[in-house]
């Protein structure tokens, strides 16, 4: 019926007019094998009193999560220190996508990513469909683990996603990808694939 509680919700994906916006590479790119596309978001987890911050990075390809984060703010600390295990590890993609969110648009989160010589694409101001492989990742993470469980604090968020996102990318068959798992379509390419950890 379309009802819906009245309450303030929080807004991830604030621009800043200072910052430099690159244009969305991915429009007509055909996506046929693993770190050809990264992608990241943040979404917000309610808990019994107030909220957290939750952000992923996904491979396109095979919707393999590579790491992920919790915070209980917005500052974009949590972002770069992800997005920076995955450079350190030497993991590389050709094309890391985001939104326009303050987070992603700092330099401290756009240069690490130029420095390895990965080209950065940005969703279209109001188009969340242009990062659906992480939105769909959202609703997947909260229709089958978030909105089950009565999450009292960051930690007991923690503890729940640490179990989750193993079963994502190592159980959950996934029809789009032939009834595999992310880990096997990933991993069939890597002798070693990056292992999740939580922060």
């Known amino acids: 019926m379309g009802l819906e509680a009245i309450y303030q919700k929080p807004k ?3 621009p800043h007019p200072g910052h430099t916006l690159f244009p969305y590479l991915l429009r007509y790119q055909v996506i046929d094998h693993c770190d050809q596309v990264w992608s990241t978001d943040i979404t917000y987890i309610r808990l019994t009193r107030g909220f957290v911050y939750l ?3 996904i491979d396109w390809y095979s919707r393999y999560v590579l790491d992920w984060a919790l915070s209980p ?3 974009a ?3 770069i220190e992800t997005v920076g295990r995955l450079l350190t590890q ?3 993609c050709k094309i890391f996508n985001t939104d ?3 987070q992603f648009t700092t330099n401290r ?3 690490p990513l130029l420095d390895c010589d990965i080209q950065v694409s940005m969703d279209g101001r109001g188009r969340a469909l242009d990062n659906i492989f992480v939105e769909r990742l959202w609703r997947t993470v909260k229709y089958e683990h978030i909105f089950l469980h009565d999450f009292q604090t960051l930690h007991d968020v923690k503890q729940g996603l640490r179990d989750y996102f193993q079963f994502y990318n190592q159980q959950r068959l996934h029809q789009a990808l032939d009834y595999k798992t992310p880990a096997q379509v990933y991993r069939a390419t890597h002798s070693e694939a990056p292992h999740p950890r939580p922060f």
């Open 100 to 102: 326009q969110g303050t």
């Open 55 to 57: 952000m992923a990075v």
């Open 12 to 14: 991830t994906s604030e």
């Open 77 to 79: 600390d949590f972002c």
């Open 109 to 111: 989160f756009i240069q």
């Open 90 to 92: 030497g993991a590389r």
């Open 73 to 75: 703010t917005l500052e």
